[in-house]
């Protein structure tokens, strides 16, 4: 990824480029209907199930990620459904 989000994925929710590609996401989606993508699908496609997971559990044990970790494990299970 060009922004370098798959250095390290147990950094993946502290990684200062994440809010850049949220912004390109979202401009995404508002200019491609049909084709919107979510954060979680973009992990998932990339590292898999098992390793967003592991993260996002990773993430709600560390108090500045822990809101954010739980709004990704709400779409992750969504997903899921």
């Known amino acids: 990824m060009v922004l370098k989000l798959d250095k390290k994925i147990e950094n993946l929710l502290t990684n200062p480029n994440l809010e850049t590609y949220v912004t390109y996401m979202n401009l995404f989606n508002k200019y491609?209907?049909?084709?919107?993508?979510?954060?979680?699908?973009?992990?998932?496609?990339?590292?898999?199930?098992?390793?967003?997971?592991?993260?996002?559990?990773?993430?709600?044990?560390?108090?500045?990620?822990?809101?954010?970790?739980k709004d990704l494990q709400v779409a992750l299970f969504s997903q899921w459904i």
């Open 32 to 69: 491609s209907p049909g084709r919107e993508t979510t954060l979680v699908n973009t992990f998932v496609t990339f590292y898999g199930d098992e390793a967003v997971a592991k993260v996002i559990e990773a993430g709600k044990k560390v108090e500045s990620t822990e809101e954010f970790a």
